[in-house]
């Protein structure tokens, strides 16, 4: 309760200065009576006083895991240039756009204000700062090198959320494709086979299998299109529903998207990207390799290599090296279990792993281009195929009468 009391709060005020002119502004302090006497001492007559409203993700506002590197890099920066740890919170806030991200960097302030360290008070938020980002700003307190680690946090922020929007892209584009062929599909059975039906109608000929099967799901469209889309809307729903709450389910997925073609290429060689990144900068903040790897098996990002890492940590632990034990996993492509090697013996592990890293980065960038270079002409093959058979169903009827004639 003693904590609970203490905490500091925002508070928004109006009044009138020393020479009677109209101020306002925010204030931070323990309670609404130590807040009027704070401006009273600043020669403040406060007419209006109240705690400011804390609304983190608001509609439209959500705070995204970019706006958190950001705010990173910026600290990282302001902290090496010998801007005091608040005001560089104050400048901070001041250039953030989301008043949700105002007032996420308002709270932490104020518990850094109060005498809490910077990683308590990060840990305060896990729903913005993971474990791994904690301990990192943890181990720069200890060792009193925050500066050095907040730079090195901000580098692997950003290159571990400019690789997720690289995946993203990966992944958008079959979904594109998938999204446009029912769409083209669904206005083509719903308005343009009924104007043929009619026609074959008057024909009074038995109609050909293909076109009697895509007169026949044309039918249903128009009836029942409403419960196709319901359906397929609950379909989604549920899909993600089961993803999020059944590890199971998760396992299983990510163990299907590495057997897709070209995807699970982008998605393996991510995962190895992820890898050599998150043990490179938690062993070099100085986190003892063991532990490192429980902060590399929470970011793996697969379960693959979630497994992985965790193996590796059991092999490190009886004092097998990083390489052999990466080897014995069978994960791990040749080329960067040598790079590690190389690191193991030249003493400069973290120095390879960040090599590895970047590698395997700019493979997925490469891959993840040609990608959307080969969905290009993709899109006009499926779709050539999906409009080009409807048109050959629809015209069967009419070549066979031709024949006849």
Known sequence: MADKNNKSSIFVWEGKDKNGRLAKGEL??????????????????PTKVRKKSINIGGRGKKIKPMDIALFTRQLATMTKAGVPM??????????MEKPAMKDLLGQIKNDVAGGTNLADSLRKHPKYFDELYCNLVHSGEQ??????????IATYKEKSEALKAKIKKAMNYPIAVMAV????????????????EEVFAGFGAELPAFTQMVINISEVMQEWWYIVIFGFAIFIFVFRKLLERSQKARNKMDLFILKVPVIGQIID????ARFARTLSTTFAAGVPLVEALDSVAGAAGNVLYREAAIKIKEDISTGQQLQFSMRNTNVFPSLAV????????????DEMLDKVANYYED?????????????????????????GGLIVAMYLPIFQLGSVV
Not at 36 to 42: C, D, F, I, P, W
Not at 269 to 272: H, L, P
Not at 367 to 384: A, H, Q, R, Y
Request: proline letters at 2%; aromatic letters at 4%; a negative charge.
């Open 143 to 152: 060792s009193g090198a925050l500066e050095s680690l907040l730079d090195r």
């Open 363 to 387: 493979e997925v960038d490469n891959m993840v281009d040609g990608l959307t270079s080969l969905m290009e002409p993709m899109i006009m093959v499926v779709l050539g195929t999906l409009v």
């Open 86 to 95: 608040l005001q560089a919170f104050d400048i901070t806030a001041e250039g």
């Open 269 to 272: 060689k991510s995962a190895i």
């Open 338 to 349: 040598q790079m590690v090697g190389i690191g193991e013996e030249s003493g400069a592990l």
């Open 181 to 196: 062929a029912f769409i083209v599909t669904g206005i083509l059975l719903v308005k343009v086979v009924p104007q043929f």
């Open 28 to 45: 931070s302090s323990k309670s609404l009576a130590l807040a009027k006497a704070e401006l009273r001492k600043q020669g403040i007559s």
